[in-house]
Every structure is written in structure tokens, then in C-alpha cells.
């Protein structure tokens, strides 16, 4: 016989959750989750009555779990989605875009939609083929998370919106600080914490409102909810092994042999950063002599400039589209 629920003891369990040692019924594992997530964006001050939020929607299990919940905690009028297709073969990204554009209007969420392309002038394929035909040899995954991040600050910040939320999970979140301690990147390791300041005044201050579920449970989450899954993978996931891909194999193998692990290191940094992270600056960074935005001491271009000219690309369009009237109005 299935056991009962170890919260409301009334329904029959759907899911073991290890890290509390708990079974839970539907409902209470969708209301464990949100409140949760609820709990985090306030512990953080993530949100602040008012403020208008760029959310970066990829399609994934992860973006809906997030549309989801705040829309459910923020006025959702405040809210507006940026999709951004990568162009790679065979990934069915536009499908999956409709499809979350769809679900976003039903709560009430614009959601605008570009591409890699679109910005750039070259897809993400076409960008890769070409660095490769040049003999620059930095992961698919490079190009891409540079672009994307990108992309999603440059729309807040013609969109006017005080912050972007992406749906990064704890899985995420724990391999990003272990590969950063793996690299001695300390700044780096400071930059993660929710209370430190974007790097410089170029940058919309971004938010992640998942950063304590585990991924499992955005996946539950989302076929409990019903939401479409993601059917193809992106032809790349695999190709290039990095550390982060063996550090997320060790973070997996440690979870299940100690559940919790991961939410613990999380824990822990949260509480033993917070101090120097609060101290960071939000610093007046150079900028690119290309495009003009942000880059680091000592660089002539920005770290996007700099690998699209690697890849023979020397001229990047860098479009944006118009804000949805709505954004125009309310930040009227
Ligand atoms: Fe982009 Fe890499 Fe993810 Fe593919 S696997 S979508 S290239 S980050
Ligand atoms: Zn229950
Ligand atoms: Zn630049």
C-alpha cells in the first residue's frame, strides 16, 4: 500500500523528497515548493513591491516552475518574458516557446521572443562552425551562456525593468560554486550571493528565485502541473566534457550518498558570504570600445566582442526589439 502523506497524513504520497526524508502528497509537495521558493525571495529582499521584472524564459521544465510561482507572488502586470532561440539543428526551441508564451499570457505575462540571430547576426550553429573552421576551440556552452546573458541585460535595460530573474535550480547553483572554489575564484564565489551587487552600473541586478530546489523537484513540479517537457536535447550537452560536467557528477554521486548535501553547501555559503558580499561595489566598469558595454579592467572588448571577433564575426548587429506597449505604459 502507497504510504500517506507525512504533512497532512490525509492523501497518498506521490513523491519521496531524501533531503527531508519526508513523503508527500501532491498538493503539499507543490505547496512545499512554493513556499519555499517564497521564503528565499524574501529572506533576499529579492523583490520589492513595484518592481518590474525581466524573466528569462527558456521553454525548460525550470522556466515554467518559475513563471509559475511568481506570477503567483508578484503582481504579474510587473512581469514580462524574454524568450531567446539559440539556432541549434535539431533542438525544437520554437515549439517549446509557443508553447510558454502561450502559458505566460494565460497569467497574464507578455512574453517577447528573439534570438541569438537575431542580436548577433549569426545563429548559434553559425557561430560555432566558423570559430571552429578557425581553429577557436571554446565550448558551444560558452558562446552560448555569454550570448544569452547578454541578451536578457540588454533587453532589461531598455526595458526599463528593475531586475532580471532566471530559473537557475540548486543544482545549478552548487555546481557554479564548486567549480568556482575549483578555480579560486573567490570574486566569483561572492558574486553568486543574492545580496551581492551587479558588477557594474550596465547591469540590471538579477535575481534566482529557485536557487534552493533541486532540479528533480522542478521536474516533478512541472509534470505534476502538467507542463510540456522539453523533448529534444540540445546536440551539444554532451560533446565537450568540462569541469562543470564532472563536478556535476561528483555533486550527484555525493547527494545520494548524503541527501541534502547540496542545499547544505548552499546553506552554508549563503550565511558564511554574506557579509563580504554585501561590501561588494557596483563599480563605473570600462567599457568595450566595440559596443559599449561593460568589460573588465585591462580589456579593450567586452567578453562577447571578444569571442564572436575570434569566431570571424566582426561586425555583431546587436538588435533589440521594441518593449511590448505595456512596458512603455507602466514605466510611463
Ligand atoms: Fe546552450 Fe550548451 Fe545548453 Fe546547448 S547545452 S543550450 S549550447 S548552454
Ligand atoms: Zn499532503
Ligand atoms: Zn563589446
Given at each position: 500500500m502507497a504510504a500517506m502523506c507525512s504533512v497532512c497524513g490525509l492523501r497518498k504520497a506521490i513523491v519521496y523528497q531524501p533531503h527531508t526524508g519526508r513523503a508527500l502528497c501532491r498538493e503539499c509537495f507543490i505547496e512545499d515548493v512554493r513556499s519555499r521558493v517564497k521564503r528565499e525571495v524574501e529572506r533576499w529582499k529579492m523583490l520589492e513591491p513595484g518592481d518590474k521584472v525581466l524573466l528569462g524564459l527558456s521553454g525548460g521544465k525550470d522556466s515554467y516552475v518559475m513563471l509559475d510561482i511568481?506570477?503567483?507572488?508578484?503582481?504579474?502586470?510587473?512581469?514580462?518574458?524574454?524568450?531567446?532561440?539559440?539556432?541549434?539543428?535539431?533542438?525544437?526551441?520554437?515549439?517549446?516557446?509557443?508553447?510558454?508564451?502561450?502559458?505566460?499570457?494565460?497569467?497574464?505575462?507578455?512574453?517577447?521572443?528573439?534570438?541569438?540571430?537575431?542580436?548577433?547576426?549569426?545563429?548559434?550553429?553559425?557561430?560555432?562552425?566558423?570559430?571552429?573552421?578557425?581553429?577557436?576551440?571554446?565550448?558551444?556552452?560558452?558562446?552560448c551562456g555569454i550570448s544569452r546573458r547578454r541578451i536578457l541585460n540588454a533587453y532589461a535595460r531598455m526595458y526599463g525593468v528593475d531586475k532580471t530573474a532566471t530559473a537557475h535550480n540548486l543544482d545549478d547553483e552548487a555546481q557554479t560554486a564548486v567549480v568556482n572554489m575549483l578555480r579560486g575564484d573567490i570574486i566569483g564565489l561572492l558574486r553568486q550571493h543574492p545580496l551581492s551587487p551587479p558588477m557594474s552600473t550596465g547591469i540590471v541586478p538579477r535575481i534566482k528565485p529557485l536557487r534552493k530546489i533541486y532540479e528533480w523537484e522542478t521536474a516533478v513540479y512541472a509534470v505534476q502541473m502538467g507542463y510540456p517537457l522539453q523533448e529534444t536535447e540540445c546536440m551539444f550537452i554532451n560533446r565537450f566534457p568540462t569541469l562543470r560536467a564532472v563536478v556535476r557528477e561528483e555533486l550527484y554521486r555525493l547527494e545520494e550518498e548524503s541527501p541534502g548535501s547540496l542545499l547544505r553547501l548552499l546553506e552554508s555559503l549563503d550565511e558564511a558570504l554574506e557579509d563580504h558580499a554585501k561590501r561588494l561595489s557596483r563599480e563605473e566598469l570600462p567599457r568595450c570600445a566595440k559596443c559599449g558595454e561593460p568589460t573588465s579592467y585591462n580589456r579593450r572588448l567586452c567578453k562577447l566582442c571578444e569571442i564572436l571577433e575570434e569566431a570571424g564575426v566582426e561586425k555583431p548587429i546587436y538588435s533589440i526589439k521594441q518593449p511590448p506597449i505595456f512596458l512603455t505604459r507602466t514605466s510611463a
Open positions: 511568481l506570477a503567483g507572488i508578484h503582481d504579474p502586470s510587473k512581469l514580462v518574458g524574454v524568450s531567446i532561440i539559440e539556432g541549434i539543428p535539431g533542438y525544437n526551441r520554437e515549439e517549446d516557446i509557443v508553447k510558454i508564451r502561450r502559458h505566460a499570457r494565460d497569467l497574464g505575462v507578455d512574453v517577447v521572443v528573439t534570438s541569438i540571430r537575431e542580436y548577433t547576426g549569426y545563429s548559434l550553429y553559425e557561430i560555432v562552425q566558423r570559430a571552429r573552421a578557425r581553429g577557436v576551440k571554446h565550448s558551444p556552452c560558452t558562446y
